[in-house]
């Protein structure tokens, strides 16, 4: 595909000649093989020739960001959303005990339950003798909270389960259930943070999200609170007391333990059981848990704990209910603790919360759906590569391999050209010098040039070019005029900044010896590759674009021959209806019309044609916005084949099922690689990360090698692969979804024409640029 400018009327200093009598004539004595001494540059109206314009493009504003700016905020705010949930910005190793200067002799040497007032006065309680209340951390969990609650529910025992907010949102029946079945919720923050290593506001609001939780999710506000890596009332340091300090004017009571089960450490169920049973006859708050791994061992000490327990003569409460027992034996009136209805303000708020990271866990879901098929997409690409592209490479390298008897018929080459003045001399000598036994007429249609494309043509005087002046109509018109013009029935379309080698034209039409062939697809070389971007693109060309024709020749579902080398049977484009211009990418739409009336459509990767490739951002965007766009179209203009039959709906099927899987679904779902590689070298395991990184790396890197093999191009260039994967790709994928964008709000895109630079030149077997 070449860049083309929009479609204008036609100037003063370019005057339009009606097609009369005397040029139909003219146009005939052409097709026929005469040429007229007096007529060497014909000037029409292509409209006399083509017909009528099928559509009226509407040119398109410049592309807007504010789609791709939405969805990266969008994207940015729900993974920062999920890593938050996930405790990725808290830190999670307690720093080991300190100085207990600053930490009352109450509260250290106190009980389990600690309440400090607004006014700075500590309360330490215990629980009555014979009394034990179970807790439970870091739930609830799907799989073994309802395990516990079944042994509790043996026994007729209620529990205290210290909540994680996060949890709370990712299990809400589990969490509905225990305060259904009378169990007592403590809040053990949202994420489970080292809460002393956090400032003042983050902890408060570690507390709030999960009371905020829990009203969305039971209608409830707890008023106990245990902090992450606590353990004993002895243990405090002066670095919890600003924590209990600030609990205590959030109204919460702290509660730690006296005996802990240690069943995080995972020992023997005998050793749980022994670590949770208190001395004598003490009261005693004991630490178990509910989450954070499999905790088979401790249901299988609870099973046994509990009936130990109830034979030693204890009993079993919440923490709420024990030290109302504790407050009734003392003489103090009125409930303690507890949990009250939560505000309906509250619930709402709630609802929001739960709502944003049930949002972000069903995005991070959908990327990992999408993780999952750019990976299958890829190997699966990858291996169809290995398997089909060598065999097809060896195939034509055989001794015997040929497509039929030698094509010697003549050659008619259109070159549509619009201000193609800095390349078109060196691309239409290179075509006019082809070595093709039967002769080569190249017809060069200027498109209404500005910049004199057509004076420089004429002036090469080669005595087997032709140069068509017509106003400008854009390429599909150019096109379809040259077809026109030319004399004969073997058609190459070459756009005007293309170099061919001596023998591109002979061996690009060798295949239509075979004749169920209708269209060759050349082999395109990047002639510009001093620069990075270019080395980039000339990386892609080979992989993307050489390599896979190999690939879609072998299935019968090649979508698009070049429009930089591409050569048709006439009797193949009548049958299409010529070129189309209701599309931005005429060559895929062609080529599709072309393969659905029944026509072979093959690779001739012999045939070479050098192009020069854009070397800025800004200029590679344009190309590749309208590519991207213009494929979109002629899929959507070529839908109804996957529901025919025949021979138009076995190539539409295979040729739309491939360009939907690897032109669009795999490109736009590939920056979830980039994007949870960032988020896991952030907020995950950096070595996981980096080694299914390399290892898409070296997939890539494997298949280049492949394709730079059998295309026999040096594979030095490849150093640049590592860095196409910083830039280039993130580029490719910014176009692609400002493509499908546009496709989505209805727009249509006009002809953006490159700049050229007019620096490539063949030389022997390669080019320079």
Known sequence: MTDQAPARQPTGDQPTVPLDARHVH?????????????????????RRITGPRRSRRRLLPRPSWTLVVMVMVILAGLLFVEAYTNAAFVPDNRVKPGSQREVPSSVIGGGPIVNVSP??????????????????????????????????????????????????????????????????????????????ALPEWRRELEYAQTQLAVASTTGVRPSLLRFPYSSRADAYSDRDW????????????TVVNDVDSRDWERPPVEEMVANATPAGTAG??????????????????????????????????????????????????????????????????????????????????????????????????????????PRHARRRRRRDWSWGPPV??????????????????????????????????????????????????????????????????????????????????????VDGDTIFEPDSVRRLVQPFADPRVGVVAGNVKVGNRRGLIAKWQHIE?????????????????????PGAIGAFRRQALEQAGGMPDDTLAEDTDVTIAIGRAGWHIVYEESARAWTEAPTTIG????????????????????????????????????????????????????????????YGLVFLDRSDTVVAWLAMLALQFLTAVLAFRLDREKLGVLWVLPLQQFVYRQVMYLVLLQAVGTAL?????????????????????????
């Open 408 to 493: 010697t018929e003549p050659v008619s080459v259109i070159v549509p050209a619009y201000n193609e003045r800095e390349g078109i001399a060196a691309a239409v000598r290179s075509l006019a010098l082809g070595d093709h036994p039967g002769g080569i007429e190249v017809v060069v249609v200027d498109d209404g040039s500005t910049d004199g494309t057509a004076d420089l043509v004429a002036a090469l005087r080669l005595p087997n070019v032709r140069v068509v002046r017509k106003p400008n109509g854009g390429k599909p018109s150019a096109l379809n005029t040259g077809v026109a013009l030319a004399r004969h029935d073997l058609i190459v379309m």
């Open 284 to 389: 005693t708050v004991a630490l178990w848990h509910d989450s954070g791994g499999d905790r088979s061992g401790t249901v299988a000490a609870l099973d046994r704990y509990i009936p130990m327990m109830l034979e030693r003569g204890y009993r079993f409460t919440t923490v709420s209910e024990g030290l109302n027992r504790t407050f009734a034996a003392a003489g103090v009136s009125g409930p303690v603790g507890g949990q009250t209805a939560a505000p309906l303000g509250e619930r709402w708020r709630g609802h929001m919360l739960v709502g944003a990271v049930r949002v972000a866990d069903g995005m991070f879901g959908v990327l990992g759906v999408f993780f999952l098929l750019v990976g299958v997409l890829t190997v699966g690409r990858a291996l169809l590569l290995f398997v089909v592209a």
């Open 745 to 769: 709000t209805g727009g249509r895109l006009g002809w953006q024409k490159l700049r050229r630079t007019g620096g490539l030149r063949v030389t022997g077997q390669g080019a320079t640029g």
């Open 242 to 253: 600003p924590m209990l300090r600030q609990a205590g004017q959030l109204g919460y009571l």
């Open 119 to 196: 006014e700075g006065r500590t309360q330490s309680h215990r629980l009555p003798a014979r009394t034990v209340a179970l807790t439970f951390d870091d739930g609830p969990d799907p799989r073994w909270t309802p395990e516990v609650l079944r042994v509790l529910d043996k026994y007729q025992v209620k529990g205290t389960f210290f909540v994680i907010g996060s949890q709370v949102v990712r299990n809400p029946d589990v969490t509905r259930r225990l305060v259904a079945e009378g169990h007592e919720l403590g809040v053990h923050t949202f994420t489970h943070p080292d809460l002393a």
């Open 26 to 46: 003219a146009v005939r004595r052409h097709r026929a093989g005469a040429r007229p001494d007096d007529e060497p540059t014909v000037v029409l109206d292509a």
């Open 619 to 678: 200029q590679l965007w344009k190309q590749r916005y309208r590519w991207s766009y213009g494929t979109m179209q002629a899929m959507w203009k070529h839908r109804r084949s996957v529901t025919q039959s025949g021979p138009s709906g076995r190539f539409g099927r295979r040729c739309l099922s491939f360009l939907t899987l690897f032109g669009v679904l795999l490109p736009l779902a590939a920056p979830v690689i980039d994007l949870l590689a960032v």
């Open 541 to 561: 060309y080979v992989i993307g674009f050489n390599l896979d024709r190999r690939l879609y020749e072998t299935l019968r579902c090649m979508p698009t021959v």
